[in-house]
């Protein structure tokens, strides 16, 4: 067994998780439940909204929650825990409830995207595992949107494995980079663990093994005369490189009945160089070789070519995808919204001096609000169980705005969450990683403002409240700040 | 088995590795000997250096490579590999020698901070694995180090496992950032993995949960008196957090004979909040209580808010350390350098329309020149084994102004790299983190310009050639223009 192997995802975990569960533990409070609400508080590059994924894994990581004799023990060598306690880890399973939206959903700010009702140590020990995950797989979902949104239809792939954050970096991102968006990945192990059309051709390094650059092109075709592309700017594209892929596809491929199916440039400037070479292909005769192009690339980059009418077919995305470069941190929280006290959920609420920090407390309900051609117009929270009639005109409040009396009117709604795990076991399949990728398409094309998906000063989406749940909030902030002030 | 522990690390590559080597089996060309080296092109956050970091998982990773009978027939579903190739994989080990230099080693860009001597096909396969990891380790090592620089002594932990780019990220990430001078981690995998110390004590939802802030401090205070850190923003810092924590110091630890140790301050104005805060606990006799704090922190806000005076004893750094926020991507590239022609290693050249992304070619050694005082004043890269005597003054060359007659007088060299794996197995036993972390320190400390340690505009470290391999890199570049101008 490797190193790598000896990974025990339970004990991806900040360590005060354990501080406090030893603390509750003592004071039998263990048990008591709790509502923990994951959201995030604002959309990476300034966009319009966020994609949520990683929940699949974070399913898996709590149906498979346990500690070994040796995680116990290294606990035990920290000096701080009670025995009983330790003994309590050594049977510990993951035993509460995980309320969370379809993977793959359009997500916004201050959402409860999840909500994990369970016993508080439960509850506490799950924190920064379905964080970093949904904090990673987000991010790459996101990021991968923006560039597929783009490229305006053209084929965008996954490149990044070799400037990834680590292993895990590299293939939870290519994941969430399909879903996303991306037609496939480049990386191995993803492909292999998620089923993700895998691509790859040849390094700088082929090109430059062989005697010359007309062999290494050659030996390529040779070897797959019916995926040949090739890589032309290992020495000169335009005097070495395409003249040699020409040759190549007329003097090796042609004989076989073969195409070239495209040419990769990997260096300098790409408009130009793009715009070079369709011509040269052209009047080759190769009017169907695609010009795939990679180095550095991302959503900027990529409008900024096609807004030069640079003749790419499809775009190879490496480490601005992969570390989602421009803002590499997707800040999901992880805060306390309510403890069960005599049979029910007393809201807990955490004030902030400023406005946008201050949580959403309680239990509550998610729903997404559609015009009658389907847009969707609005999210709103609700009290949890909160019954809502959308026959007659609805008046909402805009926690921004509540002053403003506003209605819904002729909208439908749908509760975007659901329960996936019910006392530590999931209730129902996953959908597959390909409906998870269409899902996020069907929304995008059919239910969300394109006025949303822009770059530029997107429209915000609005997240409203019934007036039952906006007096809720109202009133246990006042009550909070009497007793802190 | 979960998800997670399925992995197989030997398929952590890019798919052309595959394509290549299958091109490279067919050919018969799979065991001519090649030689790559790692290196990168530019230090992050335009710093004077980097901190070499991550070859202890490369070791462990092409020790333990293989591919299993399922990702054999993975491949063989792609319907592109021949049979025999398959079969090959299914015993393949890497058989190669791998030349780096120790783990910690400062480094500067275009130095071959590792190089791959092995069959075409194992240093192929290897690409991918290698970079990743050298790309992450280093990245979060060198910015761990300017955030400890930055805090001029003070404690810095790594806080950041939520915002990690996934779980290995956080793990590892943990690992470099010690690496890199952190003095412990709140990721309980990393403190496991790799015996860094960990720490961590409650997040706001402790506080929450009670049912006011006091008893939710006296509670910590009693299950740990000898470690009580109170987090005290979750209301109200300065008019209930450290009241309420002076109110626990008084009533509950000193009538126990204890000490207060800390508090720590998650969010708003750290520099004015702290201030308040050192002089409340001052008047209260609590002199000796440690200031932590955390809230979105880097060597720039670190560096300012020291320079505001601010009170601050320790620091925990999370999203912009786990992430190297400012800028996440580490460049390191796999070139390949030379390969074996009757029995001799030809050098390879990667031209470029940039002169800076030439590559260094052929078989080389890499010294580091260092001073009288024992100051590193430069780095020199020679022909493989070339005798070089500093006895008397030795003439190098410059290679960006290669026009100068310069000399090394009075000055030692060291051979920077070591030999860490031979036909695929590791030769000798490899240093603690610890010992790691120590080297860091004393280069950092004894042998590196304090000039080249600095934020703003840092002094280069040159890299220079000796005469002969000036002269081979040119002679090499001449010709290759030749044949492909």
């Not at 991302?298 to 480490?319: H, K, M, P, R, Y």
């Amino acid at each position: 067994m490797t190193q790598f192997d000896k990974r025990n995802i339970t004990m991806m975990m900040d360590f005060y998780e354990m501080t406090m569960a030893n603390g509750y533990f003592q004071d039998h409070d263990k048990d008591v439940q709790v509502a923990f609400d994951v959201f995030y508080r604002a959309n990476p590059d300034k966009g319009g909204f966020a994609i949520f994924a990683g929940l699949e894994q974070i399913i898996e990581y709590v149906e498979n929650m346990e500690f070994s004799k040796e995680d116990v023990e290294y606990f035990r060598q920290q000096g701080i825990f009670s025995e009983e306690f330790l003994q309590y880890l050594e049977n510990f399973h993951f035993s509460g409830d995980i309320y969370a939206l379809p993977e793959g959903t359009i997500m916004y700010p201050n959402e409860p995207c999840i909500t994990v009702v369970a016993p508080l140590i439960d509850a506490q020990l799950v924190e920064t595992a379905i964080l970093a995950q949904i904090n990673h797989q987000s991010l790459i979902a996101t990021k991968a949107r923006r560039i597929v949104k783009a490229a305006n239809g053209r084929a965008v792939s996954d490149f990044g494995a070799r400037r990834a954050h680590n292993m895990d970096a590299a293939t939870y991102g290519a994941r969430a980079a399909y879903i996303g968006g991306v037609v496939g990945t480049a990386t191995v192990s993803a492909g292999q663990m998620f089923n993700i059309p895998i691509s790859g051709t040849m390094a700088h390094s082929w090109v430059m093994f062989y005697k010359d650059e007309y062999t290494a092109f050659k030996k390529y075709a040779e070897t797959y005369p019916d995926a040949t592309v090739l890589l032309v700017d290992t020495y000169d594209v335009i005097h070495s490189g395409i003249p040699n892929a020409i040759r190549v596809a007329h003097e090796v491929l042609e004989p076989m009945g073969k195409r070239l199916v495209g040419i990769r440039i990997d260096s300098g400037d790409l408009a130009y160089l793009s715009k070079r070479v369709r011509k040269m292909l052209d009047k080759a005769g190769l009017e169907d070789c695609k010009i795939v192009v990679s180095n550095s690339l991302d959503e900027f980059t990529v409008t900024s070519l096609l807004n030069q009418d640079a003749c790419i077919d499809s775009f190879g995305i490496g480490e601005r995808l992969i570390t989602a470069k421009s803002e590499p941190v997707f800040g999901a929280v992880y805060k306390l919204a309510a403890v069960g006290e005599n049979g029910e959920f007393a809201p807990r609420i955490k004030v902030s001096e400023n406005i946008e920090k201050i949580t959403n407390p309680g239990l509550k309900d998610l729903y997404r609000v559609y015009d009658a051609d389907g847009h969707a117009v609005a999210d709103m929270l609700a009290v949890c169980g909160e019954p809502i009639d959308l026959s007659q005109p609805f008046r909402y409040v805009d926690p921004v705005k509540p002053w403003k009396n506003r209605v819904f009117e002729g909208c439908t709604i749908k509760n975007l969450r659901k329960l996936y795990v019910r006392q530590g076991k999931r209730t129902e399949e996953l959908p597959t990683l390909d409906e998870i990728r269409n899902y996020v398409k069907q929304q995008l094309e059919n239910e969300i403002w394109e006025e949303e998906q822009r770059f530029e000063n997107p429209h915000r989406h609005y997240l409203d409240m019934t007036p039952a749940y906006y007096e809720l909030k109202m009133e246990l902030l006042s009550k909070t700040r009497e007793e802190h002030a």
